[in-house]
């Protein structure tokens, strides 16, 4: 069975910092590239970063410069480190496997209040 289990998610102040994890189990995970995907309320689910099985790195443009993809293929993890959150950072956020139509987690909810 596909699992893809998102944590970290919580409520901080704006220009603090969290870190996602997402561990992966049942499927192949260091020959495929893996995403990390927000979406906030009343907004349409889209794609903050995304990291290869080498390591290379694509990000949105909101999110330049302030987070960072990275996975760890002995532990079948890939995380989401966030730095300098904004209140527009607040959202839902999902990993995703790509295979055959693609597999979400259940998402972590992480809001950017004071």
């Known amino acids: 069975q596909v699992q893809l289990v998102e944590s970290g998610g919580n409520l901080v102040q704006p220009g603090g910092s969290l870190r996602l994890s997402c561990a992966v189990s049942?499927?192949?995970?260091?020959?495929?590239?893996m995403y990390w995907y927000r979406q906030a309320p009343g907004k349409e689910r889209e794609l903050v970063a995304g990291v290869t099985s080498s390591g290379i790195t694509t990000y949105a443009d909101s999110v330049k410069g302030r987070f960072t993809i990275s996975r760890d293929n002995t532990k079948n993890t890939v995380y989401l480190q966030m730095n300098s959150l904004k209140p527009e950072d607040t959202a839902v956020y999902f990993c995703?496997?790509?295979?055959?139509?693609?597999?979400w987690g259940q998402g972590t909810q992480v809001t950017i209040s004071s």
């Open positions: 995703h496997h790509p295979r055959d139509s693609g597999y």
């Open positions: 049942g499927i192949a995970f260091r020959i495929y590239t």
